[in-house]
């Protein structure tokens, strides 16, 4: 049973546009909504977090969107750019503080 | 950031043989290791939680006398792949929590184990 759902499977993205990523969920005990950058052969690495408290985090170029009443966030990268090519995960924790992920999006963003 | 190491970072082995994956954290103190289980272009799957000094915790489904986990010490965690078979070949990712973050997972770059 899939307990975080992502879409779209794949995005292509032209230079210096708007990439949106989406995740819903459906266990309302999940309180920590992180994403995760994965280029291929290496581990995820933490792009950018947040809690249900708060609608909105931005860092940088990134932006989580939370909609706590839909059970839906989402990913957006401003200026996309070539390097941003990879494939990102949401992720939901649980109480132990375990991690289910998204089914993944694979993102390339071309000159 | 914190850092998360695997060794190896590749293994090869026959069927039947078993397999170790060690997983440290690098520079602080990890009480909380998880392991993953990756398929080309796939997802994470959560196998196990691994907590020092206590016995892992597995996901429904995972079985605990193939995977073997060990967290004897509060910067190391092994995954033992016991008796390998191909369909155990896998990209195998561990994280660990640290303290000072202690929502967050950082995680290793991985292990790639093939089964012939």
């Known amino acids: 049973q899939q307990q975080v759902k992502q879409s779209p499977q794949s995005l292509i993205v032209q230079k210096g546009g708007i990439s949106i990523i989406n995740c819903a969920y459906e266990?309302?005990?999940?309180?920590?909504f992180p994403w995760y950058q994965q280029f291929p052969g290496k581990g995820p690495a933490l792009l950018i977090a947040?809690?249900?408290?708060?609608s909105e985090k931005k860092e940088g170029r990134f932006t989580i969107s939370f909609n706590k009443s839909a059970k839906q966030f989402s990913l957006h990268i401003m200026d996309s750019q070539p390097g941003d090519s990879a494939t990102y995960f949401c992720?939901?924790?649980?109480?132990?503080?375990?991690?289910?992920f998204g089914t993944g999006t694979s993102l390339t963003v071309i000159p | 950031g914190a850092v998360v190491s695997q060794h190896p970072s590749r293994v090869i082995c026959k069927s039947g043989t078993s397999v170790k994956i060690e997983c440290r954290s690098l520079?602080?103190?990890?009480?909380?290791m998880f392991w993953y289980r990756q398929f080309p272009k796939k997802s994470l799957m959560l196998m196990a939680t691994?907590?020092?000094?206590?016995?892992?915790?597995?996901e429904q489904g995972v079985e605990k006398d193939k995977f073997l986990i060990n967290h004897a010490s509060l910067t190391l965690s092994t995954l033992t792949v016991t008796s390998a078979h191909p369909e155990d070949s896998s990209f195998y990712i561990c994280?660990?929590?640290?303290?000072?973050?202690?929502?967050?997972?950082?995680f290793g770059p991985g292990t790639r184990l093939t089964v012939l």
């Open positions: 266990n309302t005990a999940f309180d920590y």
């Open positions: 994280s660990a929590r640290d303290p000072r973050a202690p929502d967050t997972q950082y």
């Open positions: 947040i809690r249900p408290d708060v």
């Open positions: 520079d602080f103190q990890a009480t909380t």
């Open positions: 691994s907590n020092e000094g206590s016995k892992a915790t597995y």
């Open positions: 992720a939901a924790s649980g109480a132990r503080g375990q991690f289910y």
